[in-house]
């Protein structure tokens, strides 16, 4: 039983549609991420919140938006996607120190049509 | 920037046999910490093994180890005696050590393993 959690696990949505991928975490961790996974790319780093703020963004487009309430909810607003931003998109937390490794969840696939 | 390479996109071993798998990463800072993860079919990353790369050790966790070779900038994954449920794709990552975790990870691509019964 994973300690962080995604929901849905599976979302199809047009690209005019405004969605929400949740993620909450029950390790009592102050840092929170989302990744997008897509076929044959590396994992790459989209948003990082550290202590309930954000710490970076690495050029995300602004179709995505991540909001994160409190230290164990994280949220991915998505709106006007385009296909190519058919991926998994995971979510991790860890404690903001030196060493300690993620925890991810189980990942939201994410399918524009 | 820090980037993580993994040369074999699959590799497949017999039950039982060992395997390694090749990690190499790319940085200018001389503290930081590598990772192995785990991402079966089920799609959730497990962490197998990590390493600071202050410490000249070797890692080990069961029948999970790394060669760990520092100046070589080189971070590979030894399982012995494999198992069916080994099979999964493996991820190399690399985080730094100076901004305690709010950086995130460095991913290679990964390595597709398959375990032949």
């Known amino acids: 039983e994973t300690g962080v959690t995604q929901t849905p696990r599976h979302l199809v949505m047009g690209m005019t549609n405004k969605k929400s991928l949740k993620c909450e975490q029950h390790l009592g961790h102050n840092a929170m991420y989302w990744y997008k996974q897509s076929a044959k790319k590396p994992l790459e780093l989209m948003f990082v919140y550290s202590l309930e703020e954000r710490v970076e963004n690495n050029s995300v487009p602004s179709r995505f938006s991540p909001e994160c309430p409190n230290s164990s909810h994280l949220f991915l607003h998505l709106h006007t996607l385009q296909p190519e931003d058919s991926a998994l998109y995971l979510c991790?937390?860890?404690?903001?120190?030196?060493?300690?490794?993620?925890?991810f969840g189980q990942g939201t696939r994410l399918t524009v049509v | 920037a820090q980037t993580v390479t993994q040369s074999q996109p699959e590799m497949s071993v017999q039950e039982a046999e060992t395997v390694t798998l090749s990690c190499t990463y790319d940085?200018?800072?001389?503290?930081?910490?590598l990772f192995w993860y785990k991402q079966p079919p089920s799609r959730q990353m497990i962490l197998v093994i990590r390493?600071?790369?202050?410490?000249?050790q070797n890692a080990t966790e069961n029948r999970f180890s790394v060669n760990f070779q520092k100046a070589a900038k080189s971070f590979s994954l030894k399982i012995s005696d494999s198992q069916l449920g080994d099979a999964a794709m493996y991820f190399c990552?690399?985080?730094?050590?100076?901004?305690?975790?709010?950086?995130?990870?460095?991913f290679g691509k990964g390595t597709h393993l398959i375990i032949q019964p």
């Open positions: 940085t200018s800072e001389s503290d930081y910490y």
């Open positions: 991790a937390s860890s404690q903001v120190v030196q060493g300690i490794e993620a925890f």
């Open positions: 990552a690399y985080r730094g050590y100076s901004g305690g975790g709010a950086d995130g990870l460095t």
């Open positions: 390493q600071e790369a202050y410490k000249q």
